[in-house]
């Protein structure tokens, strides 16, 4: 006869198993929806951008490449972070160097589509802008360097994941030391969730000012000639 100790521990574990299964079911879900939803959002977004009309459109060739770069997030990272959690296959794990060249490589992919969209926002405050010289720089001409500097520099951001990231026994690839590990996160919120919100709102905020500030110059301008049409039009 099984002792009152020997049944709640079965319990327990029978517990844990649901849990754990329940985990990797809504992980595989997820994953399906989110590969799914997104592989038609992209596709959507590329095949809207590259329009003939909207071509010569400095803003809409950003929102385009970010596009392109979020493909790269939806059939690169999704997928590997797919079979780390349901089939326990850690790529990541599997060497050293695959730990730190994933683990840079994922993070600089996951974060790059943020930065090209503020692009984006900046060039609504170029283009919004009433100097000519400033209104300049919202031009095709400028996507190419502008984009490849922004991807350049959201991969060096993340260069240090090629120094501290370890592949260890067990297996696992974890962030040494501790201290880093902290370092990571905190820089992960920055880059990865506040920098960008944060830059579009400001450009956003700068572009409604200078749309303000264009419609104040405007308005006073008309009024002469608003008088001199009603003065016109006044019967003899």
């Not at 809207?48 to 990272?77: E, H, K, P």
């Not at 919100?197 to 400001?202: P, R």
């Amino acid at each position: 006869m099984s002792s009152p100790n020997t049944s709640t521990a079965s319990v327990d574990i029978d517990a844990i198993e649901a849990v754990k299964y329940n985990t990797v079911l809504f992980v595989e879900v997820w994953s399906f929806v989110i590969f799914f939803l997104g592989t038609v959002g992209h596709i959507l977004s590329i095949y809207v951008f590259t329009r003939r009309s909207l071509r010569s459109n400095a803003c809409s060739q950003y929102f385009l490449a970010s596009a392109v770069a979020g493909l790269g997030v939806v059939y690169i990272n999704i997928p590997l972070r797919f079979l780390q959690s349901v089939f326990n296959i850690d790529v990541f794990a599997s060497s050293d160097v695959m730990c730190r060249i994933l683990n840079w490589l994922l993070n600089w992919i996951k974060a790059t589509p943020l930065w090209i969209v503020v692009l984006a926002c900046a060039d609504r405050f170029l283009s919004s802008s009433s100097s000519a010289t400033t209104r300049g720089w919202s031009s095709t001409r400028v996507i190419i360097p502008a984009t490849s500097v922004t991807i350049f520099l959201v991969g060096l951001s993340y260069i240090y994941l090629l120094i501290y990231s370890r592949g260890i026994a067990g297996p696992a690839c974890i962030i040494l030391p501790e201290t880093y590990r902290v370092f990571n996160n905190i820089f992960n919120l920055i880059v990865f969730v506040m920098g960008p919100s944060g830059s579009m709102l400001t450009f956003g905020l700068l572009t409604i000012r200078n749309i303000r500030q264009s419609v104040k110059r405007v308005l006073p301008n008309n009024i002469p000639i608003q008088a001199q049409l009603q003065t016109q039009n006044k019967p003899q």
